[in-house]
T-cell receptor, first 110, second 115 residues
Framework: RKEVEQDPGPFNVPEGATVAFNCTYSNSASQSFFWYRQDCRKEPKLLMS???SGNEDGRFTAQLNRASQYISLLIRDSKLSDSATYLCVVNRGGGFKTIFGAGTRLFVKA | DAGVIQSPRHEVTEMGQEVTLRCKPISGHNSLFWYRQTMMRGLELLIYFNNNVPIDDSGMPEDRFSAKMPNASFSTLKIQPSEPRDSAVYFCASTPGISSNQPQHFGDGTRLSIL
């Protein structure tokens, strides 16, 4: 079992739809969590950090459930420009071990 | 502000040749990371440095791979001899420190093809 697992993609949604991605992690010592976005043939870029209380940035909402060891990303009112691969990232303590999920591909269609 | 700078952007070479990838982290960032990304294995952490010292190289696939950070503004990842299975995109990333709650800033990557 991989340490960080994401929903398999791709997700194909129409513009304006709401879409949610989940990510589970197996190491309970994990300390910090992020969502990154990666466009085709580009580098990963930070989308948002994930805080214990949940956090929102415009159309994007991230949540963390430590008891169940998963994080989620909700995208409201999807835009064509949201089409990308979304990477779940988990940092363990004790040496800054960073684990990236395999990514979930999102296609938003007109 | 200049981001993480990697060179070359593309490299095509024949198997057996030595390959050197270069990275300049963001000025003031103390931690530097090398990643490899392939379709099959996704994004894998190879090695990371803090204050120019290698902290964890457990992700380095084998002895053919080596990485150095001679100063705070420069790092290299070397493959010698290269093999076709080394073909991938290699990313360098940096953060201001070693705290685990700091996100990483990635360079554009080097697309490596070994023939």
């Amino acid at each position: 079992r991989k340490e960080v697992e994401q929903d398999p993609g791709p997700f194909n949604v129409p513009e304006g739809a709401t879409v949610a991605f989940n990510c589970t992690y197996s190491n309970s010592a994990s300390q910090s969590f992020f969502w990154y976005r990666q466009d085709c043939r580009k580098e990963p870029k930070l989308l948002m950090s994930v805080y214990s209380s949940g956090n929102e940035d415009g159309r994007f909402t991230a949540q963390l459930n430590r008891a169940s060891q998963y994080i989620s990303l909700l995208i409201r009112d999807s835009k064509l420009s949201d089409s990308a691969t979304y990477l779940c990232v988990v940092n363990r303590g004790g040496g800054f071990k960073t684990i990236f999920g395999a990514g979930t591909r999102l296609f938003v269609k007109a | 502000d200049a981001g993480v700078i990697q060179s070359p952007r593309h490299e095509v070479t024949e198997m057996g040749q030595e390959v050197t990838l270069r990275c300049k982290p963001i000025s003031g960032h103390n931690s530097l990371f090398w990643y490899r990304q392939t379709m099959m294995r996704g994004l894998e952490l190879l090695i990371y440095f803090n204050n120019n010292v290698p902290i964890d190289d457990s992700g380095m696939p084998e002895d053919r791979f080596s990485a150095k950070m001679p100063n705070a503004s420069f790092s290299t990842l070397k493959i010698q001899p290269s093999e076709p299975r080394d073909s991938a995109v290699y990313f360098c990333a940096s953060t201001p420190g070693i705290s685990s709650n700091q996100p990483q800033h990635f360079g554009d990557g080097t697309r490596l093809s070994i023939l």
